[in-house]
């Protein structure tokens, strides 16, 4: 018998015990790819047979249909949001994750010593710190990796880099030189396909970066602030750079409350 493609959304729903709206919103792209950064920076991975990835491949086999498309984001991400919170108990920790305030998983951890560290003098957060500005921008180069650098792009991801260092300068051989050195060249060059793209840039940009906080409010009005003044439609990409930062301080947030 041939496989035929799905006749309807995979809702969340569908992969999760989870009521009202949220159990009838289809899964999508970038909320998959939020669920993804939020894994990474609290737990130092992604989790098999987690959130994150149920949510990828449902996100997957609802692109292939045709009921989302590549940089859709429900308002369960945008709204909603999602929360990934430990509890620390003798020799291991409880993980909880939550989507729009319902918990769709909850599992337990042995724990290490690394696990325990104070954060680093850089002020990198790991374990329970939350989501960090390079995390953000990595999370742009799954979600608008194909899209080709713009002046927009590069003064966004620059006002991230200078939030993230406390440096005013461009760091040299950072991702906000690369950016902004790939708009350039973008802006000479006339097929797309030639066009440095904004996974170039961002993959790996914790590591490019000499320091790095966690996304706060302000830093993502920052960060929208500089990708609109630069954009010639005064607007934001709704799955670019200012999108990631904005998605990574609410679930910040959404994880103090």
Do not use: C
Not at 48 to 68: D, P, T, Y
Not at 118 to 139: D, F, Q, Y
Not at 159 to 183: D, L, W, Y
Not at 229 to 254: E, F, I, K, W
């Amino acid at each position: 018998m041939s496989q035929e493609q799905p006749r309807r959304p995979i809702k969340y729903g569908d992969v999760f015990s989870v009521e009202s709206d949220i159990a009838e919103t289809p899964v999508a792209p970038r909320d998959a790819a939020l669920m993804q950064t939020a894994e990474n920076a609290m737990l130092g991975q992604i989790q098999k047979g987690a959130a994150a990835s149920i949510m990828q491949s449902a996100a997957e086999r609802n692109e292939k249909g045709g009921f989302v498309g590549h940089e859709d984001m429900t308002d369960v991400a945008a709204g909603q949001g999602f929360s990934i919170t430990e509890t620390n108990l003798p020799g291991r920790r409880i993980i909880t994750e939550e989507i729009g305030g319902q918990v769709v998983g909850q599992y337990s951890q042995q724990s290490s010593l690394q696990s325990l560290a104070p954060p680093s003098s850089h002020g990198e957060v790991k374990g329970g710190g939350g989501i960090t500005i390079g995390e953000a921008l990595e999370a742009t180069a799954l979600t608008a990796g194909k899209k080709p650098v713009e002046w927009s792009d590069a003064a966004a991801i620059q006002a991230a880099e200078v939030r993230a260092t406390g440096r005013i300068n461009v760091t040299p051989g950072g991702v906000a030189a690369a950016a902004q050195s790939a708009a350039t060249i973008n802006a000479r060059t006339t097929r797309d396909e030639d066009k440095t793209k904004l996974a170039d840039i961002l993959t790996d940009a914790t590591a490019k970066l000499p320091a790095d906080k966690q996304v706060t409010r302000k830093d993502a009005e920052g960060v929208a602030a500089a990708e609109m003044r630069n954009d010639p439609m005064l607007t934001t990409h709704p799955a670019g750079v200012a999108a990631s930062v904005a998605a990574a301080a609410r679930l910040n947030q959404s994880n103090k409350n």
